[in-house]
Nanobody, 119 residues
Framework: QVRLVESGGGLVQPGGSLRLSCAASGSIFRFNTMGWYRQAPGKERELVAA???????HYADSVKDRFTISRDNAKNTVDLQMNSLKPEDTAVYYC?????????????WGKGTLVTVSS
């Protein structure tokens, strides 16, 4: 069983920074993608950033040049450094692990951590 645990959310003023962390445990297929999604009230869940085990990264246009994703393949952890935060970044952030053993495309999710950007 795969478990994802997020940490690092909280309240921050506009322009501030937060660092989110996610640790995956269990039986992890070595080829995978770990990333962060977010969902604000009344909006669809959206991809924020993702990183593959081979080193490829992707960022949503709205967070490019402000957020940085990093991962440790050996520890199965992924972090999201969020700088220059804006009120529109307010959302519940979810850690995601995507694996495709035998082409099954499995997704695992954390419970989420709330990020509130407000003055």
């Amino acid at each position: 069983q795969v478990r994802l645990v997020e940490s690092g959310g909280g309240l921050v003023q506009p322009g501030g920074s937060l660092r989110l962390s996610c640790a995956a445990s269990g039986s992890i297929f070595r080829f995978n993608t770990m990333g962060w999604y977010r969902q604000a009230p009344g909006k669809e869940r959206e991809l924020v950033a993702a990183a593959t085990s081979s080193g490829t990264t992707h960022y949503a246009d709205s967070v490019k040049d402000r957020f940085t994703i990093s991962r440790d393949n050996a520890k199965n952890t992924v972090d999201l450094q969020m700088n220059s935060l804006k009120p529109e970044d307010t959302a519940v952030y979810y850690c995601n692990l995507a694996v495709s053993p035998y082409d099954s495309d499995r997704n695992y999710w954390g419970k989420g951590t709330l990020v509130t950007v407000s003055s």
